[in-house]
């Protein structure tokens, strides 16, 4: 097959040569191959028609598959440079469900709620496919977290399960975006055995760059269970559960950075970001901290970055105070708005009372308390001294009603 490179494609075409770099980057020119940082077209590849034009707009309507097979949509290799976010939601437009759900999701990303809560309604009742109502119903989720919504959680549960599969790709993603839904909350008991041993075959692979983030939130979330005492394993007790996650997350790291899927980097960085800091490597953690912060920075994705902050929270706005000072003011902002959701819906659907009233020296004290560190090992974890340690958790018990054994319990 004879190829042509982008500018003799947008030369003939008459459009320029970014148009051309974007259609190739979203899937929409058949037969395209990325060798590097550059793109072949096949000769006689047919010009999609433009979303904008007389022609595209008639197909708004019409019932169109997404351009991935996943209802994550700004996790797949669509979004492949930090800063085009914009321009990607743009370049959908000859697939309006697909301009729609992507510009949610990137709206979600940024904080904006009321947006993408909006957006899901409308997908949600328009009847759209099969990943679209999947995507439709995790955005519809992420709202109920920050509003603290239990209706509008349980709600967006129902839509995903009554999603219109028709094959087993179809209920496998089913089973794995409700599951995906319950790890927001720290949930892990909905998740499917062949997705708990690190398979995932029984999904298309266009939502591998999705799984392997809840997949690291999951090893996360069990890590964190073991070392808190709430999940029992035979020989594992502690943190050394928590110690051996990035050994797998690491490499999945790599692996996105290498697929160019800009907000699975974002995170996976973040998520070992939270590990590492869990068990005292903050050096490791400022490393994914930084990158995360500039794949995330140039396109506003706030919003990510206030979910972080309860795990993460101090030393993200630390590093993130370097990067850029009122980036952090807005991040800052959100997770209050963030925090408050997610402790009242969660204290709800676990049946544990959570505290929102902590502040992150608090929160941090009292999770390593939780883990059955000292108080002379947290003052040294956190560069705290041995009195503030003590105040801290005579602050947390106040606030909880609760002694320090159960600390696990309200956060």
């Known amino acids: 097959m004879e190829y042509l490179k982008i500018d003799e494609i947008a030369k003939r075409w008459g459009v320029g040569v970014r148009r051309v770099q974007l259609l190739c980057a979203s899937g929409k020119i058949e037969g395209a191959v990325r060798f590097g940082r550059d793109w072949m077209i096949p000769k006689h590849a047919k010009k999609p028609v433009d979303g904008r034009s007389k022609a595209g707009r008639s197909l708004v309507n019409e019932d169109m598959p997404l351009p991935r097979k996943t209802p994550f949509l700004y996790m797949s290799d669509l979004y492949n440079t930090p800063g085009t976010a914009d321009s990607v939601g743009e370049s959908l437009a000859y697939n309006h469900e697909a301009q729609v759900l992507f510009e949610a999701e990137v709206a979600y990303s940024r904080g904006e709620i009321d947006r993408v809560y909006e957006s899901a309604n409308y997908l949600l009742s328009k009847h759209s496919g099969f990943y679209a109502v999947l995507s439709a119903g995790m955005l519809l989720a992420m709202c109920a977290i920050w509003k603290g919504d239990l209706n509008m959680w349980r709600k967006a549960k129902i839509h995903i399960s009554e999603a219109p599969a028709k094959t087993d790709f ?17 949930s892990v008991d909905s998740f499917p055995e062949w997705f708990k041993t690190g398979c995932f075959e029984p999904i298309h ?37 928590m110690s051996s996650v990035p050994y797998t997350i690491e490499p999945m790291i790599c692996w996105a950075n290498e697929k160019n899927t800009v907000m699975s980097e974002i995170y996976l960085r973040l998520t070992c970001a939270a590990v590492y800091h869990s068990f005292g490597k903050d050096d490791q953690a400022i490393r994914h901290i930084d990158k995360a912060l500039a794949l995330a920075l140039p396109d506003r994705l706030y919003g990510v970055l206030a979910e972080y902050c309860r795990t993460i929270g101090h030393l993200l706005e630390r590093r993130l105070t370097e990067f850029d000072p009122e980036a952090c003011a807005h991040v800052h902002n959100l997770y209050r708005v963030y925090n408050e959701g997610w402790s009242k ?50 602050i947390v018990s106040e606030k909880s009603g609760l002694p320090r054994s159960e600390f696990a319990a309200i956060l």
Request: proline fraction near 1%; glycine fraction near 6%; hydrophobic fraction near 45%.
């Open 170 to 186: 179809d209920r496998d993603a089913m089973q794995l975006a409700i599951s995906a839904v319950d790890i927001m909350i720290y």
């Open 345 to 394: 819906l969660s204290s709800v659907v676990r049946g544990k009372m959570l505290v929102s009233t902590l502040s992150q020296k608090e929160r941090a004290v009292a999770k390593l308390a939780a883990f059955g560190l000292s108080n002379q090992e947290i003052a040294d974890k956190l560069y705290l001294s041995l009195s503030v340690v003590k105040q801290s958790i005579r």
């Open 205 to 241: 692979k266009d939502s591998y760059p999705a799984a392997k983030v809840y997949y690291a939130k999951y090893l996360y979330a069990v890590g964190y269970a073991v070392a808190t005492g709430v999940l029992k394993l035979d020989g594992a007790q502690g943190l050394y559960v």
